[in-house]
């Protein structure tokens, strides 16, 4: 599926992740705690943890009574597993 569009990416003059570059980004992020649950990008052989900036505007698109309602199902289920 990727292969068939690769093209779309190299007709715009944007980098291809290779497998190194993602397999970089997996290894990182398993053996980091820091990283652990995180979302990352990869992208022109770099990656970046964008958890941070969702985290700081969560309120802005979630909405703060869904941003309330999903920590207390976070802070419960934490209960149960933890």
């Given amino acids: 599926m990727i292969a068939g569009h690769a093209h779309l990416f190299r007709d715009a003059g944007l980098p291809l992740q290779t497998a190194d570059d993602v397999a970089a980004t997996v290894l990182q992020a398993a053996t ?9 990008f990869v ?20 909405g703060t009574y ?3 309602l ?6 419960a289920f934490e209960a149960q597993v933890c």
């Fill in 32 to 40: 980091n705690p820091k990283l652990h649950g995180a979302a990352v």
């Fill in 43 to 62: 992208g022109g052989g770099k990656n970046i943890d964008v958890e941070q900036g969702f985290s700081a505007t969560e309120s802005q698109w979630l």
């Fill in 66 to 68: 869904i941003q309330d």
């Fill in 70 to 75: 999903m920590a207390k199902q976070a802070e």
